[in-house]
């Protein structure tokens, strides 16, 4: 069984910085995708970005591109999603999904295998 579990939410104002982290335990991310993906109040959960781990393509959502960046850690079979410029529209719970696939579209959710607990950003304007 796999546990992801996301770290590094908070509050911040718009124009900062946070950097998320998802850990995994009980198997590593080796031949998989890691992605992250965001829901904001009574709206739909969205895609942000995505990491193959073997290769190290990366996915970004229209909305994040060149603000945000995903990067993967082997050694401690981590994935950080640094994100910069942050706006009040990306306020929303993170959460961290990984599939053991590297097929699989990386930007469609249900596709995902696991998904940890989320963790809350909130920016304020």
């Known amino acids: 069984q796999v546990q992801l579990v996301e770290s590094g939410g908070g509050l911040v104002q718009a124009g900062g910085s946070l950097r998320l982290s998802c850990a995994a335990s009980g198997r590593a991310f080796s031949r998989g995708t890691v992605g992250w993906f965001r829901q904001a109040p009574g709206k739909e959960r969205e895609f942000v970005a995505a990491v193959r781990w073997s290769g190290g393509s990366t996915y970004y959502a229209d909305s994040v591109k060149g603000r945000f960046t995903i990067s993967r850690d082997n050694a401690k079979n981590t994935v950080h999603l640094q994100m910069n410029s942050l706006k009040p529209e990306d306020t929303a719970v993170y959460y961290c999904?990984?599939?053991?696939?590297?097929?699989?579209?990386?930007?469609?959710?249900?596709?995902?295998?696991?998904w940890g607990q989320g963790t809350q950003v909130t920016v304020s304007s």
């Open positions: 999904a990984a599939m053991y696939s590297m097929m699989r579209p990386a930007t469609l959710g249900s596709m995902y295998d696991y």
